[in-house]
């Protein structure tokens, strides 16, 4: 039997404490023991990118992230962009260009895309695709996910002109 150990942590904004298992990965802690989630397992290897969050604001696959590893850290899942609205062109852009289906690689891709967008300006399809080519989608395929960014790249661009 594995001894817990405490974890201090930020999830979305809101403080928490909890008792983990050293091994316990950050996709299972926080699907189970804090709620969130959207936070999806896939691959369980990191290759797949439905797990994906960010820590202190980088991009991580928290299917290979030990929770311990988060110790004082803030943690942004899918539920927290919702919650600050940061990412509701980019999800409208997503329905409008039919960028998901069964929407289980949908969170992992809009975080890892909602990272881009945060850069500003306006990238390339190319440059799109390599900032998400992290991320598969076994329903849509590429081409509407690479246009529902673009879109949203450049009206996000176009507002910050006027």
């Known amino acids: 039997m594995n001894p817990l150990h405490p974890l201090s942590l930020h999830v979305n904004g ?3 404490q909890a008792q983990v298992e050293p091994r316990q990965h950050l996709a299972d802690f926080l ?3 804090v709620g969130l989630t959207g936070t999806h397992l896939g691959c369980e290897y990191g290759v797949c990118g439905a ?4 820590v202190d604001g980088r991009i991580v696959r928290a299917c290979l992230m030990l ?3 988060a110790q004082g850290c803030e ?3 899918i539920e ?3 919650a600050q609205g940061h990412y509701k062109d980019l999800q409208q852009a997503f329905v409008a260009r039919n960028a998901l289906q069964c929407g289980f690689c949908t969170p992992g891709m809009v975080m890892c895309a909602s990272a881009l967008l945060e850069q500003g300006g306006c990238p390339s399809r190319s440059d799109i695709r390599a900032h998400i080519s992290g ?3 076994r329903c849509t395929g590429y081409e509407a996910i690479v246009d529902a ?3 949203t790249a450049r009206t996000r661009a176009a507002t910050t002109k006027a």
């Open 14 to 16: 809101v403080a928490v």
């Open 31 to 33: 699907r189970e023991q």
């Open 51 to 54: 797990c994906t969050v960010r």
């Open 67 to 69: 929770a311990i590893q």
């Open 75 to 77: 943690v942004q899942t």
């Open 80 to 82: 927290g962009l919702d």
């Open 135 to 137: 991320n598969y989608c």
């Open 149 to 151: 960014i673009e879109v």
